[in-house]
């Protein structure tokens, strides 16, 4: 089974670059959640999203950041005109759902703004 | 403050050595994973325990879930090299609008080191 798989694995940008993260959920996995490991800091909650729904994002920087889950394909999370404080490692977790206990990441994309 | 208290934050010993890490909170969790892992990878689960007072074993590895669901424990038995890494706890909130298990709270994680 192929567990969460996340895109790029490393990514550079310049400074007010865009940075597009993808992450595809573990089959048959319908809740997806994002993460940021800042350096030397534990791992934190950004958003909670279902197919074509975001459900928590109360970990979310309220500018320049956004999250979608669509229909079909990978969800996303997008970075407008990042800044050095936004390198970081970005991780993507799925569940199978609400009631179900357990969350599994992917390898994460390590983001670095030059 | 964090929410989840991870201790110790460092751990050195030998090869052989147990070894216990406690994850310690206020809030009560209606879930809570332990997770390792290695630089520049994610966390890989090791387990999930749900219900007050669960005890999981992991070959040499045991969890336990506190009875009023606030505290965790993971203990290592005869340590090995293989053992070293990072190691997190991190667990699901109750609350009064239900539980959504993949909204984590993590600890700040033990870095565990095991010389042979």
């Known amino acids: 089974n192929a567990g969460v798989m996340q895109n790029p694995r490393h990514l550079v940008r310049r400074r007010g670059q865009e940075a597009r993260l993808r992450c595809s959920p573990m089959?048959?996995?319908?809740?997806v959640y994002w993460y940021r490991q800042l350096p030397e800091e534990g791992l934190k909650f950004m958003v909670y999203?279902?197919?074509?729904?975001?459900?928590?994002e109360s970990g979310m920087p309220k500018e320049r950041f956004s999250a979608e889950f669509p229909k079909e394909g990978p969800s996303i999370l997008r970075i407008q005109q990042v800044v050095r404080g936004d390198s970081a490692a970005y991780f993507c977790?799925?569940?199978?759902?609400?009631?179900?206990?357990?969350?599994?990441f992917g390898q994460g994309t390590r983001l670095t703004v030059v | 403050t964090q929410l989840l208290e991870q201790s110790p934050q460092f751990l050195s010993i030998q090869e052989g050595e147990n070894l216990t890490v406690y994850c310690n909170s206020s809030s009560v969790f209606s879930s809570l994973q332990w997770y390792r892992q290695e630089p520049g990878e994610g966390p890989v689960l090791l387990v999930t325990v749900v219900t007050g007072g669960e005890v999981k074993k992991l070959k040499r590895l045991t969890f336990q879930f506190g009875d009023a669901r606030k505290d965790s424990s993971l203990h290592i038995t005869a340590a090995q090299p293989g053992d070293t890494g990072l190691y997190l706890c991190?667990?699901?909130?109750?609350?009064?609008?239900?539980?959504?298990?993949?909204?984590?709270?993590f600890g700040q994680g033990t870095i565990l080191t095991v010389h042979p």
């Open positions: 977790a799925s569940s199978r759902g609400q009631g179900l206990p357990g969350a599994f």
């Open positions: 089959k048959g996995h319908s809740h």
């Open positions: 991190a667990g699901a909130l109750e609350n009064a609008g239900g539980t959504s298990y993949g909204k984590l709270t």
């Open positions: 999203l279902q197919k074509e729904n975001i459900i928590d």
